[in-house]
């Protein structure tokens, strides 16, 4: 073999950094729940088969990132030659009637797990057994996968805008035989005489510092560029910090989109702002029964992950992320809003961000890919510049299918930075707002009453409206 001739497919700077970041009690692993409602009984094999046919479209999700001895260079791509589509799809049951409750604690358990670097980074577990006849489909994919606007994961590539699935050749795949440790050797010995940087990347790399590799290299330079000022003081000591990582919990919580379009419409501000003022009331309520002070300049930074117009023609659109801090001591709701409103103002003035329709335009497949890409830009930052990420992506208004059963809810599954306490990702979709919280066991035993706080802190919003008005046409008794 000629090893010159060989094409290395070497993973990003960003990617590598993640990989060499991450641990068994922090894995870097987005993902999503998306819940289906079969209209016949359902049929796994169909699930499956699409997924097969996808991969077609997807060659990252059949490959494996081979380490090269002695870490003379970032790892490479290979593809897997003993690719097994039923170690990735998995099959799984809660005992019937299957509780959303229970169904988060499945989540929580399986997002808990590294994936097996020796095999492709993804698994979708197919869940059935819910109430009312419902199936989940659990996704994570690690970070390294999910690297720009555009990229698809395996859970999106099978949602369809139609019943009937979209017919698409699928591609015969011939795996290209893998290299051997000698071919990585001589291949990166290559790479360091042609391009002497390479050395220094990869010396940053074995020292395992992800920011000073991400920053060095400036590889999503205008993601962190806008938050590299405002990171230079470090968040004030929050409850939402972990001293030692734990095992991850997940609960899923919902508003109603109209509601919150309301509350915008009567009190100002944006979607975004509303979302992030019931997420600071939520914050404040479970500050408030731990018995956390609340009161003066207590607040909690948020790193919000915002998609942003590009900057010139023909660019692609991308990520800017603003640190906020949330008014945890501020006890009126609608004050609340008015102060987040505030500190966004100065971020949104520059007109770059981008609304639910644009977004739309860029794939039905946007909002997975947003929610992975605000999570690598929290995973460059010092977990101290900031308490918790919050990712809010809009999502389609119209019904999306897998395999024909339709969607009827998806939340978000967003990672854990080490040492933070919860992580909140946001998506709409028909007109409903699904709130997926990922949190520290050992931090907040129960996920779920936090998400219960976001419904009580929406409730609390509400609860300002004017009374709607009645018309007086058909106002008797019914």
């Known amino acids: 073999m000629c090893h010159h001739e060989r094409v290395t497919d070497r993973l990003s700077p960003t990617d590598a950094a993640f990989l060499y970041a991450e641990d068994a009690t922090s894995p870097l692993q987005v993902g999503g729940v998306v819940i289906l409602k079969p209209r016949r009984s359902f049929d796994y094999q169909r699930i499956v088969e699409l997924v097969l046919q996808r991969l077609s479209y997807l060659p990252r999700y059949r490959q494996v990132v081979r380490f090269v001895p002695g870490r003379l260079a970032r790892p490479v791509w290979t593809d897997d030659e003993n690719f097994d589509l039923n170690y990735h799809v998995r099959r799984s049951s809660l005992p019937q009637p299957g509780s959303d409750q229970q169904l988060d ?35 994570k994919t690690h970070e390294a996968l999910v690297d720009r606007v555009g990229a698809v994961d395996v859970a999106a590539a099978i949602l369809d805008v139609n019943a009937k699935p979209v017919a698409q050749k699928q591609v015969p795949w011939v795996p290209t035989p893998a290299p051997s440790s ?9 790479d360091l005489a042609t391009r002497p940087s390479e050395a220094i990347d990869a010396a940053r790399l074995l020292a395992l510092d992800l920011r000073s590799t991400v920053g060095a290299l ?124 505030y500190a966004m103002q100065s971020h949104t003035e520059s007109g770059r961000g981008v609304g639910a329709d644009a977004l739309l335009s860029l794939g039905r497949f946007a909002p997975p890919t ?38 009827v809810a998806m939340y978000p599954v967003v990672p854990l930075v080490k040492g933070h306490a919860i992580a909140v990702g946001c998506t709409s979709y028909r007109g409903r707002v699904h709130f997926g919280l990922t949190a520290d066991r050992d931090a907040l035993s129960d996920a779920g009453a936090f998400g219960a706080l976001l419904e009580e802190s929406m409730a609390e919003l509400t609860a300002t409206l004017p009374a709607p008005r009645r018309s007086s046409r058909g106002a008797g008794p019914r």
């Open 370 to 407: 947003l929610h992975a890409l605000g999570a690598r830009v929290a995973g460059q930052l010092s977990r101290r510049s900031y308490d918790l990420l919050v990712t809010n992506v809009p999502g389609p208004q119209t019904r999306l299918y897998a395999a024909g059963d339709p969607v």
């Open 105 to 139: 604690e499945l989540v929580g358990r399986l997002i808990s797990r590294p994936l097996d670097r020796s095999r492709p980074l993804w698994e979708l577990y197919i869940v059935e057994g819910l109430s009312d006849g419902r199936v989940a489909l659990v996704n």
């Open 218 to 341: 400036a590889d999503t330079a205008s993601a962190v560029a806008g938050v590299a000022r405002r990171s230079l003081r470090p968040a004030a000591r929050s409850p939402l910090a972990v001293a030692v990582p734990g095992p991850r919990l997940f609960a899923g919580a919902c508003a109603d989109l109209a509601t919150v379009k309301r509350i915008r419409q009567v009190h100002g501000g944006t979607v975004n702002d509303v979302i992030l003022s019931v997420i600071a009331g939520a914050a404040r309520s479970w500050m408030l029964s731990r018995g956390d002070p609340v009161s003066g300049d207590v607040g909690l930074r948020a790193l919000v992950p915002v998609s942003v117009r590009p900057d010139a023609p023909g660019d692609p659109a991308g990520v800017a992320s603003y640190l906020v801090d949330l008014p945890v001591a501020e006890p009126n709701p609608v004050v609340r809003l008015h102060q987040v409103s």
């Open 182 to 190: 000698i071919d990585l050797v001589v291949d990166a010995v290559s």
